[in-house]
Protein backbone atom coordinates (compact mmCIF):
# COMPACT_ATOMS: atom_id res chain seq x y z
CA UNK A 1 0.00 0.00 0.00
CA UNK A 2 1.48 3.59 -1.12
CA UNK A 3 1.46 5.31 2.47
CA UNK A 4 3.13 8.45 3.77
CA UNK A 5 3.36 8.85 7.91
CA UNK A 6 4.53 11.80 9.40
CA UNK A 7 5.64 12.71 12.86
CA UNK A 8 7.13 15.27 14.94
CA UNK A 9 4.96 17.47 15.61
CA UNK A 10 3.98 19.07 18.96
CA UNK A 11 4.38 21.92 21.10
CA UNK A 12 6.93 24.43 20.44
CA UNK A 13 7.69 28.34 21.91
CA UNK A 14 8.39 31.33 19.42
CA UNK A 15 11.68 31.25 18.39
CA UNK A 16 12.26 27.49 18.68
CA UNK A 17 13.04 24.44 16.70
CA UNK A 18 10.85 21.34 15.16
CA UNK A 19 12.08 18.36 12.75
CA UNK A 20 9.43 16.90 11.03
CA UNK A 21 9.30 13.32 9.52
CA UNK A 22 7.04 11.65 6.73
CA UNK A 23 8.30 8.09 6.33
CA UNK A 24 7.15 6.61 2.90
CA UNK A 25 6.40 3.30 1.53
CA UNK A 26 4.93 1.40 -1.34
CA UNK A 27 6.45 3.52 -3.61
CA UNK A 28 9.74 4.22 -5.18
CA UNK A 29 10.38 7.05 -3.13
CA UNK A 30 13.86 8.20 -4.61
CA UNK A 31 11.65 8.33 -8.04
CA UNK A 32 9.65 11.09 -6.63
CA UNK A 33 9.68 14.94 -6.37
CA UNK A 34 8.54 15.38 -2.63
CA UNK A 35 6.50 18.47 -0.78
CA UNK A 36 5.49 19.58 1.99
CA UNK A 37 1.89 21.86 2.53
CA UNK A 38 0.84 22.99 5.55
CA UNK A 39 -2.95 24.24 7.17
CA UNK A 40 -3.60 26.47 9.80
CA UNK A 41 -6.37 25.74 11.71
CA UNK A 42 -9.72 26.35 10.24
CA UNK A 43 -7.90 28.20 7.07
CA UNK A 44 -6.50 26.95 3.59
CA UNK A 45 -3.68 24.76 2.04
CA UNK A 46 -0.36 26.37 1.82
CA UNK A 47 2.69 25.14 0.04
CA UNK A 48 6.08 25.15 2.02
CA UNK A 49 8.32 23.41 -0.04
CA UNK A 50 10.01 20.47 -2.37
CA UNK A 51 12.46 18.54 -3.16
CA UNK A 52 13.84 16.67 -5.80
CA UNK A 53 14.08 12.75 -6.02
CA UNK A 54 17.77 13.26 -5.41
CA UNK A 55 17.59 15.80 -3.15
CA UNK A 56 20.50 18.22 -4.85
CA UNK A 57 16.91 20.32 -5.70
CA UNK A 58 15.14 22.83 -3.06
CA UNK A 59 12.06 25.45 -2.81
CA UNK A 60 10.28 27.20 -0.27
CA UNK A 61 8.01 29.76 -0.01
CA UNK A 62 8.49 33.04 0.88
CA UNK A 63 6.91 32.46 4.03
CA UNK A 64 9.76 30.29 5.01
CA UNK A 65 12.15 31.12 3.09
CA UNK A 66 15.54 31.26 5.37
CA UNK A 67 13.71 29.38 8.48
CA UNK A 68 13.08 26.22 7.05
CA UNK A 69 14.91 23.17 5.47
CA UNK A 70 13.41 20.50 3.33
CA UNK A 71 15.58 17.24 2.92
CA UNK A 72 15.25 13.63 1.91
CA UNK A 73 17.25 10.73 2.87
CA UNK A 74 16.26 7.93 0.17
CA UNK A 75 18.37 4.94 2.16
CA UNK A 76 15.47 5.71 5.15
CA UNK A 77 12.54 6.83 2.26
CA UNK A 78 11.97 9.40 4.47
CA UNK A 79 11.70 13.27 3.85
CA UNK A 80 12.29 15.69 6.55
CA UNK A 81 11.54 19.22 7.18
CA UNK A 82 13.83 20.95 9.83
CA UNK A 83 11.35 24.36 10.98
CA UNK A 84 13.92 26.81 12.45
CA UNK A 85 12.83 30.29 14.34
CA UNK A 86 9.25 29.54 14.76
CA UNK A 87 6.76 31.82 14.89
CA UNK A 88 2.95 31.71 16.25
CA UNK A 89 1.78 31.81 12.50
CA UNK A 90 3.73 28.70 11.41
CA UNK A 91 0.76 26.75 13.47
CA UNK A 92 -0.77 24.32 11.41
CA UNK A 93 -1.40 20.87 10.10
CA UNK A 94 1.98 19.95 8.32
CA UNK A 95 0.73 17.62 5.79
CA UNK A 96 4.18 15.69 3.80
CA UNK A 97 2.83 15.14 0.39
CA UNK A 98 4.28 12.85 -3.22
CA UNK A 99 4.18 14.77 -6.49
CA UNK A 100 2.16 12.81 -8.92
CA UNK A 101 5.21 12.56 -11.23
CA UNK A 102 6.98 13.56 -14.34
CA UNK A 103 7.22 17.09 -13.80
CA UNK A 104 7.60 18.91 -10.42
CA UNK A 105 4.41 21.07 -10.32
CA UNK A 106 2.03 18.54 -11.33
CA UNK A 107 -0.57 17.54 -8.64
CA UNK A 108 -0.07 15.65 -5.34
CA UNK A 109 -1.03 12.39 -5.48
CA UNK A 110 -0.54 11.04 -1.95
CA UNK A 111 -0.77 13.21 1.29
CA UNK A 112 0.24 12.02 4.37
CA UNK A 113 -2.09 11.89 7.46
CA UNK A 114 -0.96 15.41 8.88
CA UNK A 115 1.09 16.44 12.34
CA UNK A 116 -0.14 19.42 13.98
CA UNK A 117 2.18 21.81 14.67
CA UNK A 118 1.62 24.13 17.59
CA UNK A 119 3.89 27.91 18.40
CA UNK A 120 3.17 29.58 21.64
CA UNK A 121 4.43 29.97 24.66
CA UNK B 1 2.40 36.48 -4.49
CA UNK B 2 -1.45 36.66 -3.63
CA UNK B 3 -3.58 33.15 -3.47
CA UNK B 4 -5.72 32.26 -5.96
CA UNK B 5 -9.58 33.33 -5.91
CA UNK B 6 -11.89 30.86 -5.12
CA UNK B 7 -15.45 31.53 -3.80
CA UNK B 8 -16.42 30.79 -0.32
CA UNK B 9 -18.77 28.95 -0.73
CA UNK B 10 -20.81 26.67 -3.95
CA UNK B 11 -24.32 24.74 -3.37
CA UNK B 12 -26.30 21.58 -5.38
CA UNK B 13 -28.98 19.34 -5.45
CA UNK B 14 -28.45 16.07 -5.10
CA UNK B 15 -28.01 14.86 -9.24
CA UNK B 16 -27.79 18.89 -10.20
CA UNK B 17 -24.05 19.79 -11.64
CA UNK B 18 -22.23 22.85 -9.44
CA UNK B 19 -18.89 24.40 -11.08
CA UNK B 20 -16.32 25.81 -8.66
CA UNK B 21 -14.14 29.09 -9.87
CA UNK B 22 -10.11 29.48 -9.53
CA UNK B 23 -9.41 32.52 -10.76
CA UNK B 24 -5.51 33.99 -11.20
CA UNK B 25 -3.39 35.79 -13.56
CA UNK B 26 -1.32 35.22 -17.03
CA UNK B 27 1.62 34.30 -14.38
CA UNK B 28 -0.15 31.86 -12.46
CA UNK B 29 -3.21 29.58 -13.98
CA UNK B 30 -3.21 31.57 -16.58
CA UNK B 31 0.63 30.75 -17.90
CA UNK B 32 1.35 27.67 -17.10
CA UNK B 33 -1.35 23.38 -17.19
CA UNK B 34 -0.45 23.20 -13.76
CA UNK B 35 -3.38 23.38 -11.98
CA UNK B 36 -4.87 21.17 -9.74
CA UNK B 37 -7.80 20.26 -7.80
CA UNK B 38 -8.23 18.76 -4.20
CA UNK B 39 -11.17 17.38 -2.39
CA UNK B 40 -10.94 17.37 1.57
CA UNK B 41 -13.44 16.64 4.13
CA UNK B 42 -12.93 17.44 7.58
CA UNK B 43 -10.07 16.29 9.38
CA UNK B 44 -8.82 14.48 6.27
CA UNK B 45 -6.24 15.14 4.07
CA UNK B 46 -6.39 16.23 1.07
CA UNK B 47 -7.36 14.10 -2.24
CA UNK B 48 -5.91 14.67 -5.71
CA UNK B 49 -9.62 15.25 -7.92
CA UNK B 50 -7.95 17.15 -10.97
CA UNK B 51 -4.37 16.87 -12.28
CA UNK B 52 -2.72 19.27 -14.57
CA UNK B 53 -6.42 21.73 -15.29
CA UNK B 54 -8.21 18.24 -17.02
CA UNK B 55 -6.40 14.90 -16.03
CA UNK B 56 -8.77 13.09 -13.40
CA UNK B 57 -6.71 10.33 -11.55
CA UNK B 58 -7.01 6.48 -11.17
CA UNK B 59 -10.29 6.24 -9.11
CA UNK B 60 -11.60 9.07 -9.62
CA UNK B 61 -15.13 9.56 -10.48
CA UNK B 62 -15.86 10.99 -13.83
CA UNK B 63 -18.49 13.05 -12.31
CA UNK B 64 -15.43 15.60 -11.85
CA UNK B 65 -14.16 17.31 -14.60
CA UNK B 66 -11.42 20.65 -15.13
CA UNK B 67 -11.07 22.78 -17.31
CA UNK B 68 -9.52 26.09 -17.78
CA UNK B 69 -9.94 29.47 -19.64
CA UNK B 70 -7.68 32.40 -20.09
CA UNK B 71 -6.77 32.88 -15.98
CA UNK B 72 -9.53 31.17 -14.69
CA UNK B 73 -9.66 27.47 -13.96
CA UNK B 74 -12.99 25.42 -13.37
CA UNK B 75 -14.42 21.97 -11.35
CA UNK B 76 -17.21 21.15 -12.19
CA UNK B 77 -19.05 18.36 -10.35
CA UNK B 78 -21.91 16.86 -12.28
CA UNK B 79 -24.39 14.15 -10.79
CA UNK B 80 -23.98 15.64 -7.64
CA UNK B 81 -24.03 13.33 -4.52
CA UNK B 82 -24.21 12.92 -0.65
CA UNK B 83 -20.63 12.78 -0.55
CA UNK B 84 -19.35 15.28 -2.66
CA UNK B 85 -19.87 17.67 0.48
CA UNK B 86 -16.54 18.80 1.31
CA UNK B 87 -13.90 21.63 0.89
CA UNK B 88 -12.32 22.11 -2.49
CA UNK B 89 -8.89 23.97 -3.07
CA UNK B 90 -6.93 24.87 -6.25
CA UNK B 91 -3.22 25.33 -6.60
CA UNK B 92 -1.41 26.34 -9.89
CA UNK B 93 2.12 26.80 -10.64
CA UNK B 94 3.16 30.41 -10.28
CA UNK B 95 6.37 30.64 -11.69
CA UNK B 96 9.69 30.74 -10.27
CA UNK B 97 9.63 27.38 -8.48
CA UNK B 98 6.64 28.67 -6.32
CA UNK B 99 3.35 26.87 -5.84
CA UNK B 100 0.27 28.50 -5.10
CA UNK B 101 -3.46 27.47 -3.61
CA UNK B 102 -6.73 29.22 -3.82
CA UNK B 103 -8.67 29.58 -0.64
CA UNK B 104 -11.24 26.90 -0.84
CA UNK B 105 -14.85 26.76 -1.57
CA UNK B 106 -16.98 25.00 0.47
CA UNK B 107 -19.51 22.88 -1.48
CA UNK B 108 -22.72 21.75 -0.29
CA UNK B 109 -25.02 19.08 -1.56
CA UNK B 110 -28.55 20.89 -0.20
Known amino acids: EVQLVESGGGLVQPGGSLRLSCAAS????????MSWVRQAPGKGLEWVSVISGSGGSTYYADSVKGRFTISRDNSKKTLYLQMNSLRAEDTAVYYCAKVAGGYWWRGFDIWGQGTMVTVSS | QSALTQPPSASGSPGQSVTISCTGSSSDVGGYNYVSWYQQHPGKAPKLMID???KRPSGVPDRFSGSKSGNTASLTVSGLQAEDEADYYCSSYAGSNNLLFGGGTKLTVL
Open chain 2, 52 to 54: EVS
Open chain 1, 26 to 33: GFTFSSYV
